[in-house]
C-alpha cells in the first residue's frame, strides 16, 4: 500500500512541475521624458519626441554634479555644534529629484490571454505608479525592492501600452538614491494554475 502511495505522489509531483510553464521578456526598449505629462498614462499618448533609452536606466547619472542639488542645513550635536551650517555631498550632487516617465509597448497574443501575465519590477526609483494601456494598475511607494503586479486583465491582443510615473523628492535619502527604472523590468507568462512568484513547494 505504502508502495502505491509514494508512486501515486510521486505522479503528482510531476505533473505539478511539468505544468509550471513560465516564460520572462526583459522590456529594455524605452521612452523616457523628465517632464510631468499629465496625460503620459494615456494609451494614445504621443511620445514621439520622447528620449529613446534603455532600461536599466538612471535619469540622474548623465547630468552635471552640482552641489546645490543636495545641499543642507543641518547641526550636527554630536560633533559639539550650537548652530546649523550648510553641507553638501550627501546624494553625490547630482539632480536626483523630480518626475520622470517611461513609456514602452509589449505585444500580447490570444493565448497569452489564457495565461497569467506579470509584470516585475526590479527595481524603480521611487513612488511608482504604474498603467497598462491607460488603465492605473497600482503604485509603489518604496524605491529599494522589487515589486510585480498581474497585469492580464488590463491586456488586449497585439500592441500593449506600459506607462510608469516615478518621483523622487528632496531629502529623501541620506545617499544618493538613484532616479528611474534603474534594474530590469520584465513579462512573466505562466499557466493559470501555478506556484506563486517567489512561492515554493513546501
Known amino acids: 500500500m505504502k508502495k502505491y502511495a509514494s508512486i501515486i505522489i510521486l505522479i503528482c509531483t510531476i505533473n505539478l512541475l511539468t505544468a509550471q510553464s513560465r516564460t520572462v521578456e526583459i522590456l529594455k526598449d524605452w521612452k523616457f521624458s523628465n517632464y510631468d505629462y499629465g496625460a503620459a498614462f494615456q494609451e494614445n499618448f504621443d511620445d514621439a519626441e520622447w528620449e529613446n533609452v534603455t532600461v536599466p536606466h538612471d535619469w540622474a547619472v548623465k547630468e552635471d554634479f552640482n552641489f546645490t542639488h543636495d545641499i ?37 497574443s490570444a493565448a497569452d490571454l489564457e495565461e497569467k501575465v506579470q509584470l516585475m519590477f526590479d527595481g524603480a526609483m ?77
Open 72 to 108: 543642507q542645513l543641518t547641526m550636527v550635536i554630536q560633533d559639539g555644534e550650537t548652530k546649523p551650517k550648510y553641507r553638501t555631498g550627501r546624494t553625490g550632487a547630482l539632480p536626483y529629484v523630480g518626475i520622470g516617465w517611461y513609456r514602452t509597448k509589449h505585444t500580447i
Open 126 to 202: 521611487s513612488n511608482a505608479k504604474v498603467y497598462v494601456n491607460g488603465k492605473y494598475v497600482g503604485e509603489r511607494p518604496f524605491g529599494y525592492i522589487s515589486f510585480y503586479f498581474d497585469i492580464t486583465k488590463f491586456l488586449k491582443p497585439g500592441d500593449n501600452t506600459i506607462a510608469v510615473r516615478l518621483e523622487n523628492f528632496n531629502s529623501q535619502s541620506r545617499w544618493y538614491p538613484g532616479a528611474g527604472l534603474y534594474r530590469k523590468v520584465s513579462i512573466t507568462k505562466m499557466n493559470k494554475t501555478h506556484i506563486k512568484t517567489w512561492g515554493n513547494l513546501c
